[in-house]
């Protein structure tokens, strides 16, 4: 009996220490991660390519390391996403750069899309690179919207509280010409669901995917214009700038030429 009790003890020594020494391995390791996620963010706010390259790379820094890692696969996948968006910026156009990273990018949301406890973030962001090809190559909307929106709807019923796939819905329904079933209205109505859901979370662990609320409020505004909702649009672009003050496509791009508008309306 002593034997087998000193055995016990000393596998559940083993068993703690082989625990402590796990996690000061991902220590370091999740440090990197919420670096790199601040340094996107920050990138988006800026609308800063150079910024998001960093970004990318640091994230990929991870997951060269640990293939396993889902957050290292997640914001690379974002973060390729958001460079394949940026690549297509007004007096800034880089085909180059849209063809570095489509593939990987798509390759990359593929398997975030087969994770089980990912799936609706994985078909939402796969949704959203293919939406990226439509604005690179506009012939592809035929096969491919019915491909997004298909993508979106499987990410709703996987998880429904998931606000991005609002967002990028609502892009969908604000870009697509009203003979195919586009509608500002629509739109609008999914970018207010994606606020109400962002303003109502409760994020508990920093790693857990949380962009597009800056977003959502950018593109609410931008429907609102389009509805000629004009002073509400106003108030979601400041409620905007309240939340991140150098968000610079509300600070120099949406609200100045809004007050314009209204100044020569007026």
């Known amino acids: ?17 082989f625990t402590n020494n796990l996690f000061s391995q991902n220590e370091p390791v999740n440090e990197l991660l919420k670096e790199a996620k601040s340094v996107s963010d920050t990138a988006y706010i800026y609308y800063n390519r150079n910024t998001m ?3 990318h790379d640091m994230f990929d820094q991870v997951y060269q390391t640990d293939k396993s890692n889902i957050y290292a696969l997640y914001y690379l996948t974002y973060t390729e996403y958001k460079l394949l968006e940026m690549s297509m910026q007004k007096g800034n156009w880089d085909e180059e750069l849209f063809d570095k990273y489509y593939e990987p990018a798509l390759s990359k949301a593929e398997k975030l899309a087969a994770e089980k406890n990912f799936e609706s973030e994985g078909k939402t962001i796969l949704a959203a690179i293919y939406m990226m090809k439509i604005a690179n190559s506009a012939m592809s909307a035929v096969t491919l919207s019915p491909k997004i929106n298909g993508l979106l709807n499987e990410a709703e019923r996987s998880n429904a509280s998931n606000p991005r796939l609002y967002i990028i819905r609502g892009q969908m329904k604000y870009n697509t010409p009203g003979i195919f079933g586009g509608s500002y209205k629509d739109a609008a109505q999914n970018f207010r669901k994606t606020v109400w859901l962002f303003e109502k979370e409760e994020q508990k662990d920093y790693l ?4 597009g609320y800056l977003e959502s409020l950018a593109w609410l505004g931008r429907a609102l214009e389009k509805l000629e909702n004009f002073d509400e649009a106003k108030f979601i672009y400041q409620k905007a700038l309240n939340v991140a003050p150098n968000f610079s496509w509300v600070k120099f791009g949406l609200l100045p030429k809004l007050e314009q508008k209204l100044k020569e309306k007026n």
Do not use: D, G, R, Y
Not at 1 to 17: A, D, E, G, Q, Y
Not at 208 to 211: A, N, V
């Open 53 to 55: 390259q960093k970004a």
């Open 1 to 17: 009996m002593k034997t087998n009790k000193s055995s016990s003890i000393t596998l559940l020594v083993l068993f703690f220490l």
């Open 208 to 211: 857990q995917p949380s962009w």
